[in-house]
């Protein structure tokens, strides 16, 4: 047994848990991560439910799988992720050459399921939700060469938004002690990291040990990262609006190498639509809070997540989505078609929105969104950013990549020597989905950017 490969559904946490993954079972089996599952000797899925087109995936993926398996029995396939936590051992049933099925708070758990289950040669379940353990389990991060990195730092969510599978895939809220983020941060940053993004389902809601006696939030714990020398960037993701507190908006004022963007999801402009939707906070505060973050960070951007067709969701519910898009300006937004989630209290309202109607409301609210996006690409063309080279370019080896404060991607001649340093670039086009730019002047080291 040699060969790992991984593939990763879902949201950037199940990123971070699938590298962790591999470090796990580096260190334990000694496998090596490979590019091509034919060659793997364990295949695991790392699985998302959110949407029920989410979860459809899965088993086309482990469908593909199979064929390897049949030619080679001793290949082990395995399933995780919230999937995984949320059919537990019935997954078996609809597949049943997986052998190892595990929840995203077992995953520490991988080298002991993997032993039981090629000494017992018989297949292992555990989804249990002992969170406690997981990141007292995990390995040291290895020396990885990229700019930028997640760090998960808090996990579940106590919210029960009616539509959403998260806290019944990922257990209640918990949150890690920030001596043990900030340790895994400076490592990170030894290792040439630049730019950390801080990882929870419920980021804000967090609420860690700081060491002393005592528990802090997000702000003070964001205040402790930008201490740490070398690091150039901070980000968080994704936020409630109603952790969005006072002494959080202030730090977007005060703490410079944090980002001046923010994904803060609304769901919807509609009041009704959000109380069904169990929200915890209407337009009006969620407008109040974005312009106090706008007052504290003069030209922060925003971006949100939409969900277009929730039961009950009639045009003029509709129409005040639109209005409040109009009103906040979002950058860069995903939106979504409602799908019932198993488990989920808005099981019990009618589905009721017509799939077409579904579909030309998220094709309005898309069109508009990407407008402002391009918009604000647009106003970017001429200007000089600073940009975190991360690497060469996928497309052409004669450029490399990398990102502006505002989280969009820039292509540029350069070479890949560049990467992890933040740099000073002219934008010069804007196209669908990146930027073009040149370096402002020829000496890269002239317009580094202080380290
Ligand atoms: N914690 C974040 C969201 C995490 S889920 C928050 O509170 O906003 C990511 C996104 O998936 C959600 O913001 C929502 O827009 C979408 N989503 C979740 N459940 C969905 C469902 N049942 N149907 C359609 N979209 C859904
Ligand atoms: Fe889901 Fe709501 Fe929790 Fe976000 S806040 S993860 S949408 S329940
Ligand atoms: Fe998907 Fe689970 Fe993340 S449902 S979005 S993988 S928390």
Redesign the pocket.
Known sequence: MQNLFIKTYGCQMNEYDSERMADLLAQSHGLTLVDDPQQADVLLLNTCS??EKAEDKVFTQLGFWRPFKEKRPEVIIGVGGCVASQEGAKLRRRAPYVDLVFGPQTLHRLPDLLDACLAERHPQVDVEFPVLEKFDRLPQRPGRDGATAFLTIQEG?D?F?T??V?PHTRGREYSRSMPDILREARSLVDQGVREITLLG??VNAYRGGTGLIGVGGLAELLERLSRIPGLLRLRYT?S?PSNLDDELIAAHGSIDILAPHLHL?V?SGSDRILRRMHRKHNVEQYLDKIARLRAARPGIQISS???VGFPGETEADFAATMDLIEAVRFDQS?S????Q?PNTPALKLKDDVPEAEKDARLAILQGRINGLAQGYAQALVGTRQAVLITGPSRRDPQEVTGKTACNRSVNLPGSSAWAGQMLDIEITAALPNSLRGRLAQSDPTAHRLAV
Do not use: A, G, L, M
């Not at 979504?336 to 799908?339: D, N």
């Open positions: 959110i949407r969510c919210k938004c539509f959403c998260v389902q419920n994704t409630h999801p769901q997540d939409f969900i995903f979504f078609k409602y799908s989630r």
